[in-house]
């Protein structure tokens, strides 16, 4: 019987090279292992024949092309029933599993692209298979053995199709089977099995988990042991399974920040306390501002203020949609600090937007003293006073010496996490995440809060299309068009988000080296087309995690000087980039963002108020989508309304109402948000959240140890 508690050597099977390689993924308890969750399944439930594959697409297409055929007394009931049925499960399906063995394996380059094709035989028939860019199909074929083939049916081929070796002990198949964020070396198989292993043997006993509401308002098991729960998140019965325990978890998520709350601001009020600021009200705001501010910015600015005057140490959230100034607001607040011969600290969560803020800030506040501190930067870390640090984690390191009056957190990394502050400071914590103010009170109780709710007058939402597959070529073209036209503009693509538990996992590189190549090869030939010398040609770079930091600032650097005009990025940039000269954007498959993901993403571009447009292109056609549970038209459908939906708010409330088991994975892939399974837009689960914990004073989430550590890590893993 295995505990939550344990640790992962105590699973048989795992052995000291696994205890290593999930160490570094942080980890180490039974408890961590059953929370490193699949990031898509894959249904495998039923098994086709090739045969079957065939009629079922020649029917389908006999009967959409033909609807007046059904009428026909002739048309054989049994095909049209057959039609119907299987075209419902098509609806929600875009995967074929079927059981063959492989002949006439054979691979070739067309340019860069690696083409790989064979046959695929089952007793039924016989299939054409392809495969792009698969270096490591070719070693893996064996004609004698027998597999599970799951891809997509394209034009009378199956498309991609994933390769399963069918053993005596393949207990994952021919069911939705859970796909998981590589741990290297090991393969899909093993996880799969590991987690098998301990979900069969974990201790029934374990603590309950927290009721749920039902619809009809009282509450009710969802599961009746934790060994159900785990069961349903790793080897679910069907995509309900997998909502239901995602709901659970995010419930579970929530009462434990509403508890944590509770009890920071208990400590908070019994100990803090911080320098007193004078301001002057005549001041309030400094006169080398390049802009008018928005209404919004200057009463946030007047609570702030008020705030600093007092000796209780401020503690507020500052809220405002991607571009509504936050900036701004927080550096005004800093200003005042140093007039009054204070420091003050801004910490971001990446390097890149440490650099920004400060060069943004130079330009609000020429005379402000500033003084960068990263990890490359710190060996020339210089006290001084009156002056604002702007930095990334190794700044925390520092706050000790610096002696800040006033920290500010860009984003909300700090959500939760245990003051660490020995000294006495006022906070400010910047975040992009829509809460609307009902909810503030809930979750933050101990945070006072400010909200930017009103966007700079020169601000445009950047235009945005969804291009359809044919037009994806001359909208780059296009793009390059107007990068041209004009020495000032500047690009992002944004690749698709392979792997969304892992912003650096070797997969999203791949992506953004792939999408480079395709690039280059459109590029190249608009510039035959237009001919265009190389020295007239545009400078593309790309930036992505696995880059050494020193080759992304350089990266950065270039970009800022103007020295590269296309940049092909992972979906990093989301947290923000604010290059003022950024005019476009191309999201790449785009169906895998939540939708205020990809209102984040827009908003890099356009931030100095000129005309800025954003393309969303689709990839579902030709690469297995994410999650095949959901649908493609639905997908469409959803890009269509972002691409007319301004308002950063109702864009998340959408994400939730289109809800499916596809949508869930939405909130873990947006980067802003660092809650780990709920959504802080999805009111019904953080009402009964509520409830629970004014009920259950004592309630304790057997997922506590997790999320402490989690709350942990989100304060140490961004910089
Ligand atoms: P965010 O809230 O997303 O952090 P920023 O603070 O980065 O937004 O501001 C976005 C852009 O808008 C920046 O280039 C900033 O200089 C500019 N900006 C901020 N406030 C105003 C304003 N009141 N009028 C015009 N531009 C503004
Ligand atoms: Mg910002």
Avoid at 451 to 461: A, G, K
């Amino acid at each position: 019987m295995y505990q939550l508690t344990h640790a992962l050597d105590k699973v048989r099977g795992i052995g000291d090279s696994w205890t290593t390689a999930l160490a570094k993924k942080n980890i180490n308890s039974i408890l961590d292992f059953l929370l490193y969750l699949p990031i898509r399944y894959e249904d495998r439930s039923q098994i086709f024949s090739i045969a079957q594959l065939k009629r079922l697409h020649n029917s389908v297409l006999v009967d959409d092309v033909n609807p007046g055929l059904k009428n026909e007394p002739n048309h054989q009931q049994q095909t049209s029933k057959f039609a119907k049925k299987e075209r419902n499960y098509q609806a929600k399906q875009e995967f074929f599993t079927l059981v063959i063995k492989v002949k006439d394996y054979r691979q070739y380059y067309k340019g860069r692209l690696l083409i790989a094709r064979a046959t695929l035989v089952d007793q039924s028939g016989e299939l054409p298979a392809i495969w792009f860019n698969n270096k490591f199909l070719k070693n893996k074929i064996n004609a004698q053995q027998q597999y599970y083939a799951s891809g997509q049916w394209k034009n009378g081929s199956l498309l991609q199709a994933n390769l399963e070796a069918i053993t005596t002990d393949s207990p994952h198949t021919a069911r939705l089977v859970p796909i998981y964020s590589q741990v290297t070396p090991f393969k899909q198989g093993s996880l799969r099995r590991l987690q098998k292993e301990i979900i069969d043997h974990l201790n029934p006993q374990e603590q309950l988990l927290a009721k749920q509401l039902t619809s009809s308002n009282s509450t009710s098991q969802v599961f009746s042991n934790v060994q159900e729960f785990f069961q349903a998140l790793h080897f679910p019965q069907s995509s309900q399974d997998i909502i239901q325990a995602r709901e659970q978890l995010a419930l579970e998520e929530i009462i434990f920040l509403i508890n944590k709350a509770k009890k920071l601001k208990k400590s908070w009020q019994e100990n803090h306390t911080a320098p007193q600021i004078a301001i002057n009200a005549q001041e309030l705001i400094p006169s080398t501002l390049p802009f008018a501010l928005t209404k919004a910015q200057q009463t946030a600015i007047k609570e702030i203020s008020a705030d600093l005057q007092k000796s209780t140490a401020m503690n507020r959230l500052l809220i405002g949609d991607v571009g509504s100034g936050k900036t701004a607001v927080a550096a005004i607040a800093a200003w005042h600090c140093c007039l009054a011969g204070h420091n003050a600290a801004l910490i971001a969560p990446t390097q890149i937007l440490a650099q920004q803020h400060l060069q943004s800030i130079k330009n609000l506040l020429p005379k402000q003293k500033v003084q960068l501190v990263t990890a490359q930067t710190s060996k020339n870390f210089k006290l001084d006073s009156a002056t604002l640090y702007i930095g990334t984690h190794a700044l925390i390191n520092k706050l000790e010496i610096i002696k800040p009056a006033l920290i500010i957190y860009d984003e909300q990394h700090r959500f939760g996490t245990k003051q660490r502050q020995s000294h006495q400071a006022h906070l400010l914590t910047m975040s992009a995440t829509p809460i609307p103010r009902s909810l503030m009170l809930t979750i933050f109780a101990h945070l006072q809060s400010s909200i930017l709710d009103e966007m700079p007058s020169n601000r445009v939402i950047a235009k945005s299309w969804v291009v359809p597959q044919v037009k994806e070529e001359a909208a780059i073209m296009w793009l390059a068009e107007q990068l041209l036209s004009s020495k000032d503009k500047q690009a992002f693509i944004v690749c698709p988000f392979i792997d969304p538990s892992q912003h650096a996992a070797l997969e999203n590189v791949a992506a953004v080296k792939n999408s480079l190549e395709q690039l280059e090869i459109i590029l190249n030939k608009y510039y035959q087309q237009q001919g265009l010398a190389k020295n007239q040609h545009l400078k593309v770079a790309i930036l992505h995690s696995r880059l050494k930091k020193q080759e992304q600032q350089a990266i950065i650097d270039r970009l800022y000087q103007k020295d590269i005009q296309i940049l092909v990025s992972t979906p990093m940039i989301e947290v923000g980039i604010d290059l003022p000269n950024a005019d476009l954007i191309v999201i790449q498959a785009a169906e895998r963002f939540g939708l205020a993901s990809l209102h984040q993403l827009r908003g890099r571009v356009g931030r100095a108020g000129q005309k800025s447009y954003c393309l969303l292109f689709s990839t579902q056609q030709t690469e297995p989508a994410p999650n095949n549970l959901l649908n493609r038209q639905e997908s469409h459908k959803r890009l269509q309304i972002f691409a007319q939906e301004k308002d950063g708010f109702k864009l998340a409330q959408l994400d939730l109402q289109h809800r499916g088991a596809g949508d869930i994975f939405g909130s873990a892939q947006s980067g802003f948000n660092k809650l780990q399974f709920a959504s802080w837009t999805n009111l019904k689960i953080i009402q009964e959240a509520k409830k629970i914990s004014e009920e259950q004073l004592d309630y304790q989430s057997l997922l506590t140890a997790y999320f402490e550590k989690q709350d942990f890590l989100n304060t140490i893993n961004n910089n």
